[in-house]
């Protein structure tokens, strides 16, 4: 007997970035999240990258570009971890996503060695044991899938791998790589990516106009579904003179110059 139709998860993306200094990398990874109901949500990992020094305006306008592309634009949570960067970095990425319309939404976020979450607005403090906790529950519950084909996969499970938690003298929790040779940048960003997912259910939701919401509902590359998706939103939002967009960069009423 059916136990009725079977309910489409809700999908939405996580992005986790392990800012470096200028002389580093940064660290980025990108997660589909999918929630079905109440059950615990699973994830697949859509892009892995270091992204080679470059300068903090270069940097922004290629988060802002790629957040901004379907199936991201409008659904997606980038989470920036601000430990080694000052406010230099973290105001002009701030400045980009702060409007309410804005492609994703945007948490910097502070590991710590205390026992608590704070969070004002979008600053967010957590205890590096909390980020370690949510990779290894994820993991353990085989709810994460990193397909081999991705670029730097391979690095990433060697750092998951190799992340330990150690005690030390007088009873202090340790974190990090077992070998002083091996990284901990992507397993970090995994981290934050993962940490959000598990306690943050609700999807990033934007206040977008009827036009916005039109375009943000064309997520599909082939024209003829593109289409579809296109009539469909203009009946559920309302009629619109915007043309249909296909893979491009939909850019708000507030950011056109």
Known sequence: MSDGPVKRPVLDYLIGMDLG??????????????????????????????????TVPVLVTRILNFVSKPPLAYHTTLIVERNQVGPGVIH???????????????????VTAGDTV????YLVNVPKRDLVAAVS???????????????????????????????????????GADLSSVHDDLVMAAGWALWWGENNKKPYVPVLTA??????????????YAAQQYWRAVRKFGATDAPLKMGGRFTPQSRKP
């Open 21 to 54: 200094l200028s002389a580093d990398y940064t660290a980025m990874i990108v997660l589909q999240r999918s929630t079905v109901d109440e059950k615990r949500p699973t994830y697949e990992a859509l892009k892995i990258q270091m992204i080679r020094r470059i």
């Open 92 to 110: 002009p990425i701030y400045d980009a996503f702060k409007n309410a319309d804005s492609p994703a939404r945007l948490i910097s976020g502070m």
């Open 118 to 121: 704070n969070r004002d607005g």
């Open 137 to 175: 529950v994820v993991l353990e519950t085989e709810r994460i899938k990193i397909p081999r084909m991705l670029a730097r996969s391979s690095d990433l499970e060697k750092q998951l791998r190799r992340f330990t938690m150690t005690k030390e003298a007088g009873g202090r929790t340790k974190f």
């Open 211 to 224: 036009e916005q919401q039109i375009q943000a509902a064309v997520t599909s590359e082939d024209p003829n």
